[in-house]
């Protein structure tokens, strides 16, 4: 079992910057971040392997970066340029392993509780 615990998100106008964290209760293969907007479906923001290995999607590639301090089991994310289509609930996840690429929501099998982000224009 992993416990994930996220903090930052809030609310920030267009073209500002937050930052999430998220500590997990030990070590995994990947930790990545999704979010989920009202009335659509959860979509892949970023993803980090243990290796450093880096994963964005389009979206947010070139705003948003993804790192990793392995010992303290913690993923952040520092999101810049923010627009108010990135308003979002922000979910940390944790894979121990990958079968469907570390974009699938599948791989994750440790979900956080979710922080709330909103971009105001």
């Known amino acids: 079992q992993v416990q994930l615990v996220e903090s930052g998100g809030g609310l920030a106008q267009a073209g500002g910057s937050l930052r999430l964290s998220c500590a997990a209760s030990r070590r995994t293969f990947s930790l990545a971040w999704f979010r989920q907007a009202p009335g659509k479906e959860r979509e892949f923001v970023a993803a980090?392997?243990?290796?450093?290995?880096?994963y964005y999607a389009d979206s947010v590639k070139g705003r948003f970066t993804i790192s990793r301090d392995n010992a303290k089991n913690t993923v952040y994310q520092q999101m810049n340029s923010l627009k108010p289509e990135d308003t979002a609930v922000y979910y940390c996840?944790?894979?121990?392993?990958?079968?469907?690429?570390?974009?699938?929501?599948?791989?994750?099998?440790?979900w956080g509780q979710g922080t709330q982000v909103t971009v105001s224009s």
């Open positions: 996840a944790a894979a121990d392993r990958t079968r469907w690429g570390l974009r699938d929501s599948r791989d994750y099998n440790y």
């Open positions: 980090i392997t243990s290796s450093g290995s880096t």
